[in-house]
Structure formats: structure tokens, C-alpha cells
């Protein structure tokens, strides 16, 4: 009889775990094998694949020259590169944008990692989308260029077309659908557990 009481408290909850959301990547940051230049009038385009979340940010690998700090960046989600219908577009400053250094790579460029905050783009389930990327800033006002890390999405830039693909994440929130609240799944498990105790002492 204990081991149906446990087995059905672990079952319950088991039942209401909450549906877990990942990020939508396109494989690590590269940083040695080349990367694609995000301002200067070019634009990078990449694919993804929407889960039906809503993207609330992302984060992308650069090549930077040594000092230099990426401090905005234009972007926008589309249909299709470069363009079609453009669902969300906007500029990253400030508190929106941020820049770790990783690494110097063999080319005497540093690898930082660019985190993008403070979207939120609601998706289709299943649909493709493209992020766009232009007008990189650096008060040197040198080049920024977008790692390249030949991941699965489908890539192009504004001059030559098709290119290999660039280190990206696209940070998501909840999925679409009903997600039950944190502090109601306490509530349900705790009650299961201090049913799970009724009965025990009842029964023993």
C-alpha cells in the first residue's frame, strides 16, 4: 500500500510539470574560421525555425578589432532575408545591448559574445523566420563582423547572397498555450502530498 501511495504522489506530479521552453540555437560561436561584416551599409541575414514562443532576445559571436565595444546594433525579424514582411524590427542601445570578450583568435581579432534584450515578438509554431542584422556600432568606428560557424540555417548578406550560415540564439518566453502558473502546480502537488498523508494514516 506504501508503494502505491508513492507511486501515485510521483505520478501526479509528474503530470503537471511544466512544459519546458529552449532556445532556438544555431551552434556555438566559431571565432577562427571567418565572420561577415554588419555595418558599413551590409546587412547579414540568418534563418531559425520558430518553437511558437515569443522571442524576447538573442545573442550572437563577433570579430571585433582589440578595444573596440559593440554599443547598438539594428535588427529586425522577417519572412524573408533581408525583407518580405518585416514582423519586428528595432535598434539595440543601452541597456538592451551587451558585449563579453571571449577570446583572441589566430587573426588578432577578439571574440566577443553581443546579448540582445527587451523583445517580444510573438511567433508561429513551425514558421521560418529570418534575423537581419545591419549598422553594427563601435566608437572607433571600425568593422563589426558576425561569426560565421556554418551551423544548419540558411544564410545570406546583402552583397554576395548565399553564404554559410553565423553563431546565433534566439532567446525565447513561453510558448503559446495555456502553461500553468509556478505557485498553482505548488499548490496541486502540495495537496497531492497531504492527501498522499491522509490516507497513510487511515490506512495504517
Not at 59 to 78: C, E, N, Q, R, Y
Not at 81 to 98: K, L, P, V
Not at 135 to 140: K, L, P, T
Not at 157 to 169: F, K, N, R, W
Request: glycine share 12%.
Amino acid at each position: 500500500m506504501k508503494l502505491r501511495i508513492a507511486s501515485l504522489t510521483i505520478l501526479c506530479l509528474a503530470l503537471v510539470a511544466i512544459p519546458a521552453v529552449a532556445d532556438i540555437s544555431n551552434g556555438n560561436i566559431n571565432g577562427t574560421t571567418d565572420a561577415w561584416t554588419i555595418n558599413f551599409g551590409y546587412v547579414v541575414s540568418d534563418s531559425y525555425k520558430s518553437d511558437g514562443s515569443t522571442v524576447t532576445g538573442f545573442m550572437i559571436g563577433v570579430w571585433l578589432f582589440p578595444g573596440d565595444k559593440v554599443t547598438a546594433l539594428d535588427w529586425s525579424i522577417s519572412s524573408a532575408e533581408f525583407g518580405g514582411t518585416i514582423y519586428a524590427s528595432g535598434t539595440a542601445s543601452g541597456g538592451n545591448i551587451s558585449d563579453s570578450y571571449i577570446s583572441a583568435n589566430q587573426y588578432g581579432y577578439n571574440i566577443d559574445k553581443i546579448t540582445v534584450t527587451g523583445l517580444s515578438v510573438p511567433e508561429v509554431n513551425g514558421t521560418t523566420y529570418w534575423l537581419n542584422l545591419a549598422n553594427a556600432s563601435v566608437a572607433s568606428g571600425d568593422p563589426v563582423y558576425w561569426d560565421e560557424n556554418s551551423g544548419p540555417a540558411s544564410a545570406s548578406e546583402s552583397a554576395l547572397g548565399t553564404i554559410p550560415s553565423e553563431a546565433y540564439t534566439i532567446n525565447t518566453g513561453s510558448s503559446s498555450g495555456t502553461t500553468p502558473e509556478p505557485s498553482s502546480i505548488m499548490l496541486f502537488g502540495s495537496g497531492i502530498l497531504g492527501l498522499a498523508g491522509v490516507l497513510r494514516r487511515k490506512l495504517f
